[in-house]
């Protein structure tokens, strides 16, 4: 088998589900095309809502595509994938069977009689590191032991392709990294149990460490924006220049959605944009507004008040599931530009993050009028009521005409915190009602 045989080809696949009440559909993925070949590690790194597990799903066979087609070893998929094993984010470990029990489930659905199953459960157990608890029960063992056991479980089928779903990231720094390095020296060491490796990552610096190949997804609907070559060498140096450079330009691209991603060399400009009428196509992105302005603070304390993104992340360990909402805040808001991997106040910026309390308020109430319409249109709404109230239902159905409904929801809740906060309005939970604030009935 040559370094260049495609294992699993995906061909113009779109995904999209219901929504609420016969109101249309979501699209979460749209026209995407890529290849995972024989002797690589690629990397699908997104934005919560750009449909990575669902697009490793659809390449598993556990769910179909909307439109087009998945293909392993040249056959259209039909049903699930018999060519890759899945790790996931839960442990998803039975209970009441021991450690090798579980690690024989694939190999018993196979029909793999009993001798030749615990044969190869016992060699995968032991290339995992849990030599000597075969016999031990999941509630025994520690989260790092749990998922190995979930690694041991698939490297037993010796797929084609190995599929793992955000493996590390319910497990501690120290274990995580751990794991993360151990499934490196695996690969490194040309023991791996499985030809490639397909990994949903939310983790830069994991894509970057583990990778060959970076598929960057843009969100709402998902898409294919770029395919970033990992041009270095193996086991990668976090503290080269060369890996930080990199890890540097992915960040650029993941904070400026808006960009292009030709290559590891070139992100060019994509002006053009859909114009829609409705301000509640316009995702609000999931932050409180302490956590923006807690960002805001942490920066200001920088002389220039300027931070690298990669350093941010890394200081207050923050994902770039977790980070990157923060951001889209702070630059939707006015109060920061972000640029070439780095986050710089603006001048409203630095005065939000260093003034008094109401101040903040007056200056947060007067930047989301100007610059989120979607809060314009809530207020016009509520003022056009003689009582000046409105339930809740009536702004969720407009969202979901747009969204799934618990996006919907999401969207509320983050519109709820951002005019609390901004004295826009006021939301009573029991009543499931919005009100006009005194400060806007004066």
């Known amino acids: 088998m040559t370094q260049t045989e495609t294992l699993i080809s995906v061909e113009k696949v779109s995904k999209s589900f219901p929504l609420p009440d016969g109101k249309g559909e979501f699209t979460v993925l749209k026209d995407i095309n890529l290849t995972i070949n024989s002797g690589e590690v690629v990397a699908l790194l997104g934005r919560s809502g750009s449909g990575k597990s669902t697009l490793l799903r659809i390449m598993a066979g556990l769910i179909p595509p909307s439109q087009g087609r998945v293909l392993s070893n040249g056959v259209p998929l039909n049903g699930s994938n018999s ?14 069977l021991t450690v090798q029990e579980n690690v024989e489930l694939g190999l018993e659905a196979q029909g793999v009689k009993r001798a030749e199953r615990g044969r ?62 151990e499934i490196d020296d695996l690969w490194n060491a040309q023991t791996f149990p499985s030809q490639s490796i397909l990994i949903v990552t939310h983790n830069i610096e994991e894509a970057v460490f583990l990778a060959d190949r970076i598929i960057i997804l843009g969100s709402n609907p998902g898409i294919i924006r770029g395919d970033v070559k990992v041009d270095l060498p193996r086991s990668r140096d ?23 991603v030709m290559d590891q060399k070139t992100i060019t400009s994509d002006t053009t944009s859909s114009i829609t009428e409705s301000p509640y196509t316009y995702p609000l992105p999931h932050v409180r507004v302490g956590g923006i302005s807690g960002l805001l603070e942490l920066i200001v304390e920088q002389k220039d008040g300027i931070d690298d993104i990669p350093i941010l992340a890394e200081r207050l360990q923050l994902a770039v599931d977790d980070l990157l909402p923060i951001l889209d805040g702070a630059v939707l ?92 309005f006021e939301y009573d939970a029991s009543e499931e009602r919005l009100y006009l604030s005194e400060l806007q009935t004066q």
């Open 83 to 96: 060519d890759v094993a899945m790790v996931f984010q839960s442990f998803a470990l039975l209970p009441w």
């Open 333 to 424: 808001l006015g109060f920061a530009e972000v640029a070439d991997g780095d986050i710089k106040l603006t001048d409203i910026g630095e005065d939000f993050a260093t003034t008094t309390i109401l101040r903040s308020k007056d200056i947060f109430r007067q930047q989301v009028l100007k610059r989120v319409p979607i809060f314009n249109s809530i207020l016009q709404t509520l003022r056009e009521k003689r009582n000046g109230s409105m339930r809740a239902d009536f702004f969720l159905d407009l969202w979901d005409d747009y969204f799934p409904k618990a996006e919907a929801e999401r969207q509320f809740a983050t519109a709820i915190d951002w005019g609390r906060y901004g004295e826009l």
């Open 238 to 260: 976090r503290n080269s220049e060369e890996f930080k450079d990199l890890v540097n330009y992915i960040y650029t691209a993941m904070t400026n959605p808006q960009i292009e």
């Open 120 to 181: 190869k459960a016992l060699k995968a157990i032991d290339l995992v590191g849990l030599d000597g608890f075969e016999s031990a029960y999941p509630k025994e063992l520690s989260g790092g032991m749990k998922q190995r056991v979930g690694f041991a479980r698939a490297f037993v089928l010796q797929p084609q392709v190995l599929f793992m779903d955000e493996p590390f990231s319910a497990l501690d720094v120290l274990t995580s990294e751990n794991l993360r390095g």
